[in-house]
């Protein structure tokens, strides 16, 4: 099998989303995971959205291993995240 020719790129991507309690439990998490910027910012792109109460996780990357390790890193940092929420309690409505 033959890669791409000359000054094409190939591009993987992968996407998740997940679910939260509420829509504000939701954007918090964005908030908190927003400011981890990839260390290669040129070779992967990573998209936060929030819709309703479901953060969503888009990644776009022209090598795999670099888009695997950026998926672990996002995993770990939402699985603090979500262990931060369910320690405090559910966020105070003002």
Known sequence: M?????????LRGSSLTVPFRS??????????LAPDAEPHQRMIRKELSVNGST???????????????SIINFLDHLSMVVR???????PVYR
């Open 23 to 32: 829509p504000l439990e939701a954007d918090i998490a964005r908030g908190a």
């Open 55 to 69: 953060l969503a996780a888009k990644w776009t990357a022209e090598d795999p291993r670099l888009l695997r390790l």
């Open 84 to 90: 931060t929420m369910q320690r405090f309690g559910p």
């Open 2 to 10: 033959r890669g791409p020719g000359p000054g094409l790129r190939v």
